[in-house]
C-alpha cells in the first residue's frame, strides 16, 4: 500500500504543475514535438491557390468537380523519462535536492505530454535498471509515473547512463522523445549515447549543485560519497585548495559540453539553487527556431 505522504506529494506536485502546463509548457512543447509525419484527413472543394498536386482524382472524377486532400499531422507520439535514482540526487545545499526537483521536472514533461495525447514511459536507473513502466496515456498513468518517481526506493548507490541507454534501445522500437535525467556523474557512456541519440530524439537534463563545482569554506570537512559510501576529509579552508577543485570541475564541465556539441545532443542545464521554467522554455523557443 502507499503511503500516505507518498498520495500527498503526488497531489502538491499535480497541483503546482498543472499551471505550468496550461499556460507554459503546453502549447511550447506541441510546437516543438512534432507527430511521425501527416495522415489524411477529408477532401474539399478545390479553392484558386490550392497546391493541385493535392487533387484527389477519384472524388474529382465521380463529382464532376475539383476536389482536393487535407492532411493533418499524426500528433502522437512516445515519451520515455529516464530517471537517474542514484544516491547522488539526494544532494541540494540552498533549496531542493536535485532528485526532488528531477521529480518535478519529469512531472510536467509528463502532463505536457498527455495533453497531447501523447504515451508516456519511465526509465528509473541507478547503477542497474530500477524500474520499467510501459508507455502508456492518460492522467492516471502519469500520475502512477510521479508514483513511482517518489515511492520508489533504489536497490543500486551508483550511476550507469550506458545500462539505462542500452536498455532503452531493446524497449523502444520506433523513434521516440526522450528525456534523459541526470547529474551524468558518470562514465564510459558516450558511445551508447550517441547511438541513442541518432535513434531517438534524446534530451538531456543535467541536474547539479554550485556546492559540486564550488565548495565554501567550511574548515576542515568530512565528505560522504554517497554512491560509494566512502568517507574523506578535505580542508576547505584552503583557498588553493578550492581554487583547484573549481578549475578541475570547470574543465570537465568544458569538456562534457564539447563532446555533447560534437554529437548534437541537446542538454539542459539545470542548478538546485535556481527555477527550473526558465531553462526549460529557453530550450523550447530556441528549439522552436530551429524546426
Same mark, same amino acid.
Given at each position: 500500500?502507499i ?8 497531489r502538491? !506536485?499535480?497541483?503546482? %504543475? ?15 514535438f ?14 484558386p491557390?490550392?497546391d ?6 477519384? $472524388? %474529382?472524377?465521380?463529382s464532376?468537380a ?11 507520439? %512516445?515519451?520515455y523519462? @529516464? ?9 541540494g545545499?540552498?533549496?531542493r535536492?536535485k ?5 518535478e ?15 508516456v514511459?519511465? @526509465? ?5 535498471i530500477?524500474?520499467? $513502466? ?10 502512477? =509515473? ?9 536497490k ?8 539505462a541507454?542500452?536498455?532503452?534501445? &531493446?524497449?523502444a #522500437?520506433?523513434?521516440?522523445? =526522450?528525456?534523459?535525467?541526470?547529474d551524468y ?16 530524439d534524446? !534530451?538531456g537534463?543535467?541536474?547539479?549543485d554550485?556546492?559540486?563545482?564550488? @565548495? ?8 560522504h560519497?554517497?554512491?560509494t559510501?566512502?568517507?574523506?576529509? @578535505?580542508?576547505t579552508?584552503? #583557498?588553493?585548495?578550492r ?8 574543465? #570537465?564541465?568544458? &569538456? ?16 538546485? %539553487?535556481?527555477?527550473? =521554467?526558465e ?8 528549439r522552436?527556431?530551429?524546426v
Amino acid at each position: 500500500m502507499i503511503p500516505k505522504e507518498i498520495i500527498q506529494k503526488v497531489r502538491r !506536485i499535480e497541483i503546482r %504543475t498543472r499551471g505550468l502546463v496550461n499556460d507554459l509548457f503546453g502549447g511550447e512543447y506541441h510546437s516543438v514535438f512534432k507527430g511521425r509525419g501527416m495522415s489524411f484527413s477529408e477532401v474539399r472543394k478545390y479553392q484558386p491557390g490550392d497546391d493541385i498536386s493535392l487533387i484527389d482524382w477519384n $472524388v %474529382t472524377a465521380r463529382s464532376n468537380a475539383p476536389y482536393i486532400k487535407i492532411f493533418e499531422e499524426e500528433r502522437e507520439l %512516445t515519451v520515455y523519462l @529516464i530517471v537517474d535514482m542514484s544516491r547522488s540526487g539526494n544532494f541540494g545545499t540552498l533549496r531542493r535536492f536535485k532528485n526532488e526537483i528531477a521529480a518535478e521536472i519529469a512531472a510536467v514533461l509528463g502532463f505536457s505530454a498527455i495533453k497531447n495525447n501523447d504515451k508516456v514511459g519511465l @526509465i528509473l536507473f541507478s547503477d542497474r535498471i530500477e524500474k520499467y $513502466v510501459v508507455p502508456k496515456k492518460g492522467k492516471p498513468h502519469v500520475l502512477r =509515473v510521479i508514483r513511482e518517481l517518489l515511492y520508489h526506493r533504489p536497490k543500486g548507490r551508483g550511476t550507469e547512463i550506458q545500462n539505462a541507454l542500452d536498455f532503452l534501445l &531493446k524497449v523502444a #522500437k520506433r523513434r521516440s522523445v =526522450v528525456f534523459l535525467i541526470s547529474d551524468y556523474m558518470d562514465e564510459g557512456y558516450w558511445k551508447s549515447l550517441k547511438v541513442a541519440n541518432r535513434k531517438h530524439d534524446l !534530451i538531456g537534463i543535467k541536474m547539479n549543485d554550485v556546492a559540486e563545482s564550488d @565548495i565554501p569554506d567550511l574548515g576542515l570537512l568530512k565528505v560522504h560519497d554517497p554512491e560509494t559510501n566512502e568517507q574523506f576529509w @578535505i580542508d576547505t579552508s584552503s #583557498k588553493e585548495e578550492r581554487l583547484l577543485f573549481k578549475k578541475e570541475q570547470e574543465e #570537465k564541465w568544458i &569538456k562534457f559540453n564539447k563532446e555533447c556539441g560534437r554529437i548534437k545532443f541537446d542538454l539542459i542545464q539545470i542548478s538546485t %539553487t535556481g527555477d527550473y =521554467v526558465e531553462p526549460l522554455m529557453n530550450y523550447f523557443k530556441r528549439r522552436e527556431k530551429r524546426v
